[in-house]
């Protein structure tokens, strides 16, 4: 039906996209591990005092992190094109969700480095229900400045996604994960 020739549409421009990006984007990997101790732990406790439908995913602090990184560095928040880079006037997060038929869409939050963590996490909540129910408006799939990739708490060490074109820069966020890391040559 209707849905089906949607979703095939949307897999198709998905596909071209990476395609055109791989080819037409010089791509290069920037990796750094981060210990996400503090923010685990004041999640912890901040969902604590939440009734479960307010609770907060680990995925909203880096969404919040993210936005607020891209507004000190604006040569990554925009649109390369007709051979040009277009600053963005905000931060349009796009935030990958998958797709229940396979692939994945990346709408845009935008603002998200002026919004509260409950601001981002009842947008976030709201874009995947309407995502999975093919309710998406069209300026919420073109309208991200950039993308985050964030497979999920169960998920691979490290994400390297492709750049979604017109955007020049994409992040990957891979799982959170207890590990030995060393403070003031300590091993903790």
């Not at 509260?116 to 400045?145: P, Y």
Request: net charge positive; hydrophobic share 45%; proline share 5%.
């Amino acid at each position: 039906g209707d849905a089906e020739q949607t979703a095939h549409a949307v897999h198709k421009a998905i596909a071209a996209a990476m395609a055109r990006s791989k080819r037409e984007i010089p791509q290069y990997y920037v990796s750094s591990t981060f210990d996400m101790t503090a923010m685990s732990v004041w999640l912890s406790t901040e969902n604590a005092r939440r009734a479960a439908p307010d609770r907060i995913l680990s995925a909203v602090p880096i969404i919040k992190a993210c936005a607020l990184a891209l507004r000190k560095v604006p040569e990554l928040n925009g649109h390369f094109t007709d051979g040009r880079f277009a600053a963005g006037t905000t931060v349009k997060m796009g935030i990958g969700i998958a797709l229940r038929g396979g692939g994945l869409i990346a709408p845009a939050i935008d603002g998200a480095d002026a919004m509260t963590l409950t601001e981002i996490m009842q947008r976030l909540s709201d874009l995947v229900a309407r995502v999975r129910g093919g309710r998406l408006r069209s300026s919420e799939l073109t309208d991200a400045t950039v993308t985050l990739s964030n497979l999920g708490d169960q998920s691979a060490d490290v994400v390297l996604p492709v750049i979604y074109p017109p955007q020049v820069a994409i992040i990957g966020a891979g799982q959170i994960s207890e590990r030995p890391w060393v403070v003031n040559g300590a091993i903790m």
